[in-house]
Structure formats: structure tokens, C-alpha cells
């Protein structure tokens, strides 16, 4: 045991080292064996991993201040980050260009049995619903990564809860970890440290190994900053073991584990057992001008502004919007079947370019101070710039791009890497909700499904009931760049938001969906929204931002049961003159917004029937099916 608690022997670091290595004591444990104060089954799985690992040094997070000031210091004297004087304690890390995103074709969910994780494509259909890997398969990954890879490193011990530590609704992880970067991102991503542990106590916990895959000495090009190793990259989910062996990406999705490994893939697993929702939504709380408050959950695909509606500053008078979370939602029915609802995390992990006082003032404000900034651009006053802030930041004094060289206003190339973020506490957040961190969570109205649909698909519009409401959710699809190089903008599928985040069979999911309706004794309604729909000449036609409280005015009057609808063929929209217009600089076009063209939408049927077939086969539910045969019959009564 001894060795875990002290410096390892030194070896020689050889000639090649290019990266200055960390301090060899740069924290100070205050006891001789800091994994004392490990519960023994979090100290079994640490010395398992210093097996595996051999790091040089093994340090137990207690999440404090002074911690935190020391990891930043020593991630400063090695050039991984650098402060931001114009903010306070706000610091920038430039990672390497190949370690940008999460890498989706890297993801993968380890089950005996294909069909427990990724449902059966189509004869001749590649799967685009998670990736399968066999156990012995994973066996071999790790033999081929892990054995050695901490040398000269050291092992962060980062205790951590999804959810208020305590809460009934929360799951407590373990993160062990090579990177300091990691380290203090998760501390403001979740609730981490010694209070953890006592909480945790002798319970289970999910286990979580990270490594930026690449041991000290370093060699390759002077100048490496980020230790990553994209060729070796694996992100692997083992729902039966709850484990997540993260390798190789030191960037977000991929290495900041409680978030969409845990909080998502791992979360769907252990939420279905347990018979609740883990969903990529955002959870906001809504005060009308009576004073009367109810919560709504959201789920809209990336690149759709969730971080924006969750901190909306509605326009109409009266109106008060109050953030719970932007990203992640979990969700049980509580003993009187009302839909009860957390944010598991702590923080907001954020793009940053496109957010500006316009788009988002309140996001402005929550990242001014205590926010490490990733992969965005500085000006020469050692504040951030990018795209989006053009009108509110002076760039005269210079300027420097993500990957630290010159850059000028109109040189052609972005200043900030697109997937540059933010990661800010969300206490900060101007307008955080008073209940954000209730044990019992917040009662769930309205479930919202959303996409970026430029053509077709009306403002708003409400599901008949839960099963088609489920429906919605499959259906979803967005407009995204695509992937290949000249195609543009394309309508990508994504059920719920989730596709790239479930942890288990979709077609299952969706019945685990179908399942909620038994549990609830006041479900909440279900929307479909659709922000950006565009008139032939290709203006949008809904201004957006703080509007967008319009449609939530009248998602709240549905929910009180206000007979302000008309039935159409896709579900419930707003009556005439229901949707509230007063006080709009420009009446919007509402024929051309609410319009259903027969074509588009019988196209659209046709599609979505063939994308489940295609992917979901044999294992979509007969409801889900059934419904979309309804659907299909009533837009084939549209002109
Ligand atoms: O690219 C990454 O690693 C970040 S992904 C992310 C971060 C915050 C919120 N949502 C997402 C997402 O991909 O949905
Ligand atoms: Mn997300």
C-alpha cells in the first residue's frame, strides 16, 4: 500500500522529455496514507488502478479551495493553462488540435449480447445507434492502453455526486484520473470531494478511469501542452459493471466522466432498472404574470440553443424564467406519480462561440468569474473573445486564436475553436432557480422535444397523449452540418437528443418510455417545438431569443387545461389568436408558421418509418409503431 501514498522510485526521464514534468509533491496530503480516509471499496478499486496504472504519485481530491488554487498554480507552471486577469480567477486552456470533441466513433458500450446495447440494423444498414464492444474485445483494449499508462504521473482520487450530495435522486461516482485539467473541471461539473466520500460511506458507486493515455517522459513536437493521444482513443461504458474506461481524450464529453458517460449512458441503464428517465435536457422554472410557477423540461439536439431557452429572459411583461440545469435531466415519478426532476450536475459546460450579451446575457454573466475557459480566443487584456462577441469586445489591441498564434477580424479563420466552452459553476448563474439543488427535485409540467427544422414543421405543437408524445421523441430530427466535406446542412436524425448518448437498446429505451405512462398519475404534456422555420426566401420566420416565452406562455395554458387549441393532423396547435402577438415589433406570418404541406409531411412519415425500421427493427415497440401508422393516416388527409 505504501507505494500509492508516496513517489514512486525515479526513472530516468531521458533526453527526449519535452513537457516539464509536474512537481513531484504538489499537493499536500495532510496524512502519511491519504487512502486511509477511502471507504474500502473506493480504496480497492484505486489500488487496482495504481496496478494498472503505475502512476508515479496517488492524490485523493478533497475538493477544497486550497486544492483547487494548487492544481491550477501547477497547471500554469507547465503551460497547460494560463490565467485571465481581466475576470476574476477565470483561466484558459488550449488543448491540442486533434483533441477537440467528444469522439462518437470512439464511444462504446461494453454488454455481453449486441442486442443489450445497440438495437439490429436493416440487412445492409450501418448502425448509427451507439457502438457495441464485446467484453473480451474491451479486455484487450485495456491490455493494450492501460498497463503503464500514469508513469511519471499522478493518480487525482476525484469522489463526486450526480445530484445534491444526499439527495435521494443522486448517484455518487468515482473518478480516477492523470489529468489536473480533469480534476478541476469536475469540481465545478459536480459536487466533488471529501463530503462525497462520508456520504458514500460503504455504498456502491460508479467507476470511472481516465487517462490522457500518454506517460512522462513525453516525446514529439516541443511545445506539447495537452498530453492526448488520439490515435489510442476509447471511451468505453460497462452498464453491468457501472464502469467507464475513458482513454487517450483529455477534452470534455470524453474525460469529464460524470457528464454524458455517467449522467447519460450509464444513468439510462441504472434509470431504467430502477424504473426512471435519464434525458439530455435542459430544466427550467417558469413564474407567470399571476405568480403562478411551474417547471418544464426540454430536449433539443446540439446546435439548437438549449443553454439560451434554459436562462430565456422572457420579453412579455411579468413573465420570470428560472434555470435548474441546461444539459441533463433525471427524472422519477414520486410516490403521488408526480414527475420529479434534478440536474445531476453542478456547472455548465457551454459553447462559447455565439453566446454574447444578445444571444445569451445571463450565460455572460454566470462565466465573468471562476470559469476555465477551453479552446477560446484572448485579446491582449487577458479577456476572451469569439465569434459572437464582435460588437461588445475591443479586438483593437490584439488578439489571440485557440491555438495561441495572431489572429485579425476578418482573416478568415474562426478565433475560437466552434467547440470551444465554458465551464462555470452554475450557482453563479444570475437566475438559478431557488429549488435547483432540492433533494426531492422539481415537479416536471411539460416535457418539450425540439429540432432545427427549416422546413414544414410548425412553431409548436402538442401530442395527443403519452404514447404519441413518445413518438415525438423518436421522431426528432435537426438540421446539422454534415459530417462529409461539400453536403452542407442535412436533417440528421436524433431520437430525444440521445443519440449519441444511449447506454442501452434503443428500441428498449423507447419502451422503458412507454412504461412512464403506468407510473404517472399526472403526466406531463408533451411538445414539439420548432424555433427555426424559414419562408421560401429563407428568413426565419419566429424572431427567437426572449419571444420564445410566447410559446411557453402557451405551453403553460395547455398545461392548465385551457381550451386554447385546434386539432390538426400532427397534434394539437394553438387556436387562433391563442398564441400571445402583443407588444411584437412585426406580426409573424402564422399561416406560413403553423402551415402542414401534405408532401412535406407524408415525406416526413415515410422517413421517419423507414429510419425506424431501418435502425431499430424488430425492437420497436408495436405503440410506437402504431402511432406512426396513425400519422401516417391523418397527413394523408393533408393538402
Ligand atoms: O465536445 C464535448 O466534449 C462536449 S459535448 C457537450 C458538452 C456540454 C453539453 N452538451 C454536450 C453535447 O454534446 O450534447
Ligand atoms: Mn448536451
Known sequence: MGVLTQNMPHRDDGPTRLVRPVPAAPIQQSSADPLAVLPAKVRQFVERAVTLCQPDRVHVCDGSEAENAALLRQMQAVGMIEPLPKYDNCWLA?????????????????????????????????????????????????????????????????????GPVGSPLSKIGIELTDSPYVVASMRIMTRMGGKVLETLGDGDFVKCLHS???????????????????????????????????????????????????????????????????????????????????????????ACGKTNLAMLQPSLPGYKVECVGDDIAWMRFDKNGVLRAINPENGFFGVAPGTSSTTNPVAMATVASNTIFTNVARTADGGVYWEG???????????????????????????????????????????????????EGVPISAILFGGRRPEGVPLVYEAFNWEHGVLLGAAMRSEATAAAEHKGKVIMHDPFAMRPFFGYNFGHYLSHWLSMEQRGQRLPKIFHINWFRKSPSGQFLWPGFGENVRVLDWVLRRVEGEPCARRSAVGWLPAEGALRLDGLPQRPDLEQLFSLPGDFWRREVEEVGRYLADQVGDDLPNQVAHQLDELRQRVAELE
Open 212 to 302: 490522457v493515455g500518454l506517460p512522462e517522459p513525453v516525446t514529439g513536437p516541443s511545445g506539447i501542452r495537452w498530453p492526448c493521444n488520439p490515435a489510442k482513443t476509447l471511451i468505453a461504458h460497462v452498464p453491468e459493471r457501472r464502469e467507464i474506461l475513458s482513454f487517450g481524450s483529455g477534452y470534455g464529453g470524453n474525460s469529464l466522466l460524470g457528464k454524458k458517460c455517467f449522467a447519460l449512458r450509464i444513468g439510462s441503464t441504472i434509470a431504467r432498472r430502477e424504473g426512471w428517465l435519464a434525458e439530455h435536457m435542459l430544466i427550467l422554472g417558469i413564474t407567470n404574470p399571476a405568480g403562478h410557477k411551474r417547471y418544464i423540461a426540454a430536449a433539443f439536439p446540439s
Open 389 to 439: 462577441l464582435e460588437k461588445e469586445v475591443d479586438t483593437s489591441a490584439g488578439v489571440t486564436d485557440w491555438q495561441g498564434r495572431p489572429w485579425t477580424p476578418g482573416s478568415g479563420a474562426p478565433s475560437a475553436h466552434p467547440n470551444s466552452r465554458f465551464c462555470a459553476p452554475a450557482g453563479q448563474c444570475p437566475i438559478i432557480d431557488p429549488q435547483w439543488e432540492s433533494a
Open 94 to 162: 488550449r488543448t491540442d488540435p486533434a483533441d477537440v470533441a467528444r469522439v462518437e466513433s470512439k464511444t462504446f458500450i461494453v454488454t455481453e449480447q449486441k442486442r443489450e446495447a445497440v438495437p439490429i440494423p436493416g440487412k445492409g444498414v450501418r448502425g448509427t445507434l451507439g457502438n457495441w464492444m464485446s467484453p473480451e474485445d474491451l479486455e484487450e483494449a485495456v491490455a493494450d492502453r492501460f498497463p503503464g499508462c500514469m508513469r511519471g504521473r499522478t493518480l487525482y482520487v476525484v469522489p463526486f455526486s450526480m
